[in-house]
């Protein structure tokens, strides 16, 4: 899925009885509205990038793959949506070596809902029982062995 993130550009002015300091605010949104980054750099996929590269370098060493958000979500399987009952999510055995575990939580809530960590006797899938859970959204959240956090919303009815 492509996203298109428009982009507005503010600057912040803080007073102090020394001096005035501006600085360039960047905020992006999703095509839904949402927004998605805030913060002082132009353009945040350069420090992906760049960290990319780092974990790219370390993980050849440790013979661990590496692959950005788009291609993550591409061997991810989460279905149906929206749920009513059983939420399924099975993933590729590439992805199978990145994922630490994966994690749901309701999108109004900060308590886990459910979490699981990526074992191998799941053979990569998982199926999660939401009969007696609240409708709305769900946050799907990936914790990767890297560190990497790749999250997904899911909704419920």
């Keep these: 899925m492509k996203k298109n993130y428009l982009s507005a550009i503010f600057l912040c002015t803080t ?13 992006k949104y ?6 998605r980054y805030r913060g002082p750099e132009d353009d945040p996929k350069e420090k992906t990038e760049a960290l990319s590269k780092t974990i790219s370098k370390k993980s ?8 950005d958000e788009e291609t993550f979500w591409k061997q991810i399987r989460v279905y149906p ?5 059983y939420l399924t ?10 994922i630490e575990s994966v994690s749901l939580y309701q999108h109004s809530t900060v308590h886990w809902k459910f979490q699981q960590q990526n074992l191998p ?11 007696g859970y ?6 799907l959240r990936f914790t990767l062995k890297d560190g990497r956090v790749f999250s997904k919303n899911i909704t419920k009815r």
């Design 15 to 27: 007073l102090s009885t020394l001096s005035a300091q501006q600085t360039e605010v960047y905020f």
């Design 30 to 35: 999703d095509e839904a509205g949402s927004q």
């Design 60 to 67: 050849s060493i440790a013979q661990t793959p590496v692959m």
């Design 81 to 85: 949506v929206p749920v009513n009952d």
């Design 89 to 98: 999510i099975d993933w590729s055995e590439e992805t199978d070596k990145l």
């Design 121 to 131: 006797d799941l053979n990569r899938q998982l199926k999660i029982n939401m009969t």
């Design 134 to 139: 609240d409708w709305g959204v769900y946050v």
